[in-house]
């Protein structure tokens, strides 16, 4: 199955997360990290260099909190960094659960100033109601197909006018088969098909008016056809990932002439199965010289989680094998 990551609006549209499954990983396994995790504590070293990279998948797993606990199931409860003055920047937990110990609801916290931000409802496949106390948006609904699967999301403003709606459809082994998204005053501003048979897949978005303003259709690892109404950079729909499992993702940028300038990633994992824990990445055009590099090493504790990571990088800027950064960690562990 093709899965589309589009890479300038990869953190705000709710089309682009992965559908709910059945069997639920725990945070903890979200995070990456094996066995009854209780507490991680990171600290990272950067070599002062300018390394970057093109808009598109990561090419190094980012540290996301330096510190962070879990409880006995592997829910997060507290997370964040903690200051050089001593204090800590970041969230807590409130966790609530029902008679049968599954987990009903979450609150997070403000941790420097106690305030809540957030409530959050869960149901037995994901999240099914969400409260924000700061933000345009105040409350969101989830629902989920029988089997798990995320099947739509809406989101209301403070005068409880719907802000966005988000919709999907998923067929019987897991494979999504058609995603749109509406934003306010019922805007459509994307939809998209896929065929699993065919391996075929068509995407549009619109403009304020309507009117088509990026379209593709893209299958057999290839993009077919690709239009554009300007050659206004950036629109969204012009950059996209495709991820060709096995390590293998294919990026490409495309123009107002239907012509595509394609990038070809490459991961290797210390855990192939899982895809944990990468240890090379390479970034090449379409002619096979390689660009961009990570190198990643590790030392692994007896849960098979690292403990220290040495990162290695190049670049156009930086043509050789350059440290960039060192990460240690200090994991404990609940009692089994």
Known sequence: MLVLRFSLVLLILPALLASAQTERKTQAQSDQLNGP????TTQVVMVPIKWSQPAGPSLIYPIFYRECEYDSEGNRIRYGQKQPDGSFVGEAVEIVRDGERHVIQRTRINAADGKVFEQEKD???????????????????KSYDRLGNLSEWLSFDASGQQVSRFMTRTNADGQWTERANWGKDAQLEYRETYDPETDFQRFESYDESGAVRVAFTYSHNKVQTFWEASDKPHQF????????????????????????????????????ATHQFPTTAEWRDGAGKLLYATWCEYEFDDQHNWTKRTVWVLSPDIPERTLDETDTRVLSYWSK
Do not use: I
Not at 123 to 141: A, H, K, L, M, W
Not at 254 to 270: R, S
């Open 37 to 40: 995790v209780h507490s991680v």
């Open 237 to 272: 729909g012009d950059s996209f990932t495709t991820d060709l499992e096995k390590g293998k993702m294919d990026t490409y940028t495309c123009h107002k002439d239907g012509a595509c300038d394609v990038a070809h990633v490459q991961f290797t994992y210390a855990n192939s």
């Open 123 to 141: 149901g037995p496949f994901g999240p099914v109601e969400e409260t924000y106390f700061d933000g345009p948006v105040v409350r969101s609904t």
